[in-house]
């Protein structure tokens, strides 16, 4: 009797041995720089110790703050059965934040390498197309045209995000309080202020940069975390009607410790994973909408997904992705309604067309107002990724088939990784033997697709763990769900161990990988 109860005690906690067992490989694979970062002799991220010092503990003041926050707001939810006050929603995003930061002045040099990261051509070129390129409705008019022109990032994207780095520019720079915070913030990290900094920089990237153009820097860096953490609010909500409220704040708890979230801070790229929450949020209030016959609601929702995932797309061209994502989300979802097929087909047909007629007509008004032509951006943006892939060296289509789904899981986090894929599984099973569709496998399923459709197009071959950030929330709710189903403790403590080894991971990928030229 015994060695069976021990049987099955040690049957509920081998998935927790399993994701230790390789989270620590992981670490240990990265401290004997073995580990899996992209194709030899194509392209790799570069294994490079940070040698952060005392630094390395900075992050471990929000990641304890945020576990204590997930550990007592489930214990709350468990006893009222209610949500977060709306009060207490920024809470996580604020703990998010500051994990952010904390991720970035890891670096020795603290606010200055972070500023120079904004500063920096090579790595952010939107801002100094920004301030080159004052007159911005000039800029966007037939902006393909000038793309040839410009560099490197802002070279192959759409003009989002020089107009976002432009309106940065307006707010910041004429400010002697952002100066003077730029310059505190500057002496007490990095024993310089924005002057001394500005003459600096202008040894490596020209004359352009000025003190101001410094401090715009350091606060551009703060406002791109800032609003990127504001992703968890619409995480909460999606997950919470989807799953459910110990999931949506389960979910909160764990979007701040994806990796890649903090490891690119400062990059535009963090306001993109919001972007698809956002979208989600709003197409299930248009499914509800839909599915109790309120037209005129359905039709406002649905053009706002497509208002949303325009602007989202406007800023990259990538998000584009988006747009399938959803729209198999809401045929799954709509299908699995106890309706005739022809009541299905109008409530799809209502939805995909106030969603896509909304999005054209935004790119309608960009071309009428600007002559901004977002296809043919498109189409050069495209050859001008298309030359980068072709070498020298050459990136081959099929090693990156393989390469570029592993460098998002490992991005993303093992751990979550992990739930994830045995959340797919388990989801299946539980499909097969209830025959009951619910919203998650709808989720599931159209993640999944769009995620292989996306992969087999190879559009992206190297640096998918950036790129593909604003797929990476897609992981957790079904992470979340899988972690609910364990047995081997309260599920508040199953939710502690497993962000606190997502949390391990960000920190030793910070330590010992090189995401940036530095």
């Known amino acids: 009797m015994r060695d069976r109860q021990f049987m099955e005690n040690l049957a509920h906690f081998w998935p927790a041995f399993g994701i230790a067992l390789a989270t620590f490989g992981l670490i240990v694979a990265l401290m004997a720089g073995i580990a899996p970062l992209g194709v030899p002799g194509e392209w790799q991220w570069m294994l490079k110790r940070l040698n952060s010092g005392y630094k390395i503990l900075y992050p471990f003041c929000p990641i304890l703050l945020l576990g204590i926050f997930g550990f007592v707001a489930i214990k709350r939810v468990c006893i009222s059965h209610n949500g977060f006050p709306k009060s207490s929603q920024i809470l996580p995003a604020i703990l998010a934040f500051s994990l952010t930061v904390c991720i970035m002045y890891m670096h020795p040099d603290g606010p200055s390498q972070v500023t120079s990261l904004i500063l920096n051509p090579a790595s952010n070129s939107y801002y100094q197309t920004a301030v080159e390129y004052q007159d911005i409705l000039n800029l966007l008019a037939d902006y393909h045209e000038k793309m040839p022109w410009l560099i490197s990032h802002a070279k192959t994207q759409a003009p989002g995000p020089v107009i976002l780095h432009w309106l940065f520019h307006k707010i910041f720079a ?39 153009n410094v401090a715009v820097a350091f606060w551009i ?16 909500h999606f997950v919470r009607r989807i799953v459910g409220i110990e999931a949506a704040i389960g979910s909160v708890i764990l979007f701040p410790v994806i990796p890649s979230f903090s490891l690119f801070a400062p990059s535009v790229d963090q306001l993109y994973p919001a972007v698809t929450l956002a979208v989600f949020c709003l197409a299930e209030a248009a499914i509800d909408s839909l599915l109790d016959r309120r037209t005129a609601s359905a039709s406002m929702w649905s053009a706002f997904v497509g208002l949303v995932l325009g602007i989202g797309i406007f800023c990259n061209m990538g998000l584009v992705v988006i747009l399938l994502l959803v729209t198999l989300y809401v045929w799954f979802r709509i299908i699995a309604a106890h309706e005739n097929f022809s009541k299905k087909f109008r409530n799809f047909s209502a939805f995909f067309c106030c969603m896509l007629g909304a999005m054209l007509l935004l790119f309608l008004l960009f071309w009428l107002l600007f002559r901004f032509n ?32 592993i460098d998002f899981f490992l991005f993303s986090g093992l751990p979550l990784v992990w739930l994830f894929t045995e959340g797919i599984v388990k989801d299946f099973i539980r499909l097969k033997r209830s025959r009951k569709v619910e919203p998650l496998h709808c989720f599931s399923a159209a993640f999944l697709l769009t995620f292989i459709a996306l992969d087999l197009s190879g559009k992206v071959r190297g640096e998918s763990g950036r790129m593909w950030m604003f797929l990476m929330p897609c992981l957790i709710p079904h992470a979340t769900w899988c972690l609910q189903s364990h047995k081997w403790c309260e599920f508040r403590h199953r939710l502690l161990v497993v962000f606190l080894l997502q949390a391990i991971i960000v920190v030793a990928l910070r330590e010992y990988v090189l995401v940036w030229g530095y």
């Open 174 to 212: 004429h400010s002697s309080f952002a100066m003077d915070v730029a310059d505190v913030a500057l002496f007490i990290g990095s024993g310089i202020n924005c002057h001394i900094a500005a003459n600096l920089f202008q040894n490596f990237w020209g004359g352009w940069i000025q003190p101001e």
């Open 221 to 236: 860096s703060l406002t791109l975390c800032a609003m990127g953490s504001l992703a968890v609010i619409p995480l909460y």
């Open 374 to 405: 977002l296809l043919a951006t498109f189409l050069v943006s495209d050859a001008f990724r298309s030359e980068l892939y072709a070498g020298p060296p050459a990136r081959t289509y099929w090693k990156w088939l393989l390469w570029s789904p």
